[in-house]
């Protein structure tokens, strides 16, 4: 069964400081891996979606990475208007729907 | 673009009661996917469309969840004699489905509370 593991549950930063998030992931074959961000009350808005290990993804200052077992969602120089819940998900090729993980809630601080 | 529109975006009601979701997806997109979310998870796939056949249930869709889709426009979440454990957020999805690539576009969620 696909499984998504992501850590940490909940980041606090001060604005500037740079740190990562963690996708680990279990799937028979991926189709995708997709980072979504989700603001309280809303539903998620599309981040990015990686293919294939090695493969980077670049907004503003988000970059996300791909290997074969995880995900990392880097978040550089980041600023209080980035603090929101980033969800990570997979799509098994041989199924349609997402399985995603739990989230990590990063607070950043002015 | 206007976006993925969901119909009401809350809704109170006692358990046992029916109540009705609706979805409105992006125009040219012909995937709909339904998931349901609550505090501290990550959304869970519950069914989805192509066009106007619903391809995949979840097992979590039991039988008194029903979905709709005529015509492959807006679709419809039907949930029969509520329980407090359908309290949730919907959230409804579209997508333009390609065989290499698919981004799906979610709403803003309907949020059930059943008492």
């Known amino acids: 069964e696909d499984q998504v593991t992501q850590s940490p549950e909940a980041l606090r930063l001060q604005e500037g400081e740079s740190s990562s998030l963690n996708c680990s992931y279990t799937?028979?074959?991926?189709?995708?891996l997709f980072w979504y961000r989700q603001d309280p009350g809303k539903g998620p808005e599309f981040l990015f979606t990686?293919?294939?290990a090695g493969e980077e993804k670049e907004k503003e200052r988000l970059k996300a990475t791909l290997t074969k077992k995880e995900s990392f969602l880097h978040i550089t120089a980041p600023k209080p208007e980035d603090s929101a819940t980033y969800l990570c998900?997979?799509?098994?090729?041989?199924?349609?729907?997402?399985?995603f993980g739990t989230g990590t809630r990063l607070l950043v601080s002015p | 673009d206007t976006g993925v529109s969901q119909d009401p975006r809350h809704k109170i009601t006692k358990r046992g009661q029916n109540v009705t979701f609706r979805c409105d997806p992006i125009?040219?997109?012909?995937?709909l996917y339904w998931y349901r979310q609550t505090l501290g998870q990550g959304p869970e796939f519950l069914t989805y469309?192509?066009?106007?056949?619903?391809?995949?249930k979840s097992r979590l869709l039991s039988d008194r969840f029903s979905a709709e889709r005529p015509k492959g426009s807006f679709s419809t979440l039907e949930i029969q004699r509520t329980e407090q454990g359908d309290s949730a957020m919907y959230l409804c999805?579209?997508?333009?489905?390609?065989?290499?690539?698919?981004?799906?576009?979610f709403g803003s969620g309907t949020q059930l509370s059943v008492l």
């Open positions: 999805a579209s997508s333009l489905y390609d065989r290499d690539y698919e981004k799906l576009f």
């Open positions: 799937v028979s074959g991926l189709r995708g």
């Open positions: 990686l293919y294939s």
């Open positions: 998900a997979v799509q098994d090729a041989g199924f349609q729907k997402l399985v």
């Open positions: 125009s040219e997109h012909n995937r």
């Open positions: 469309f192509q066009n106007e056949a619903q391809l995949e």
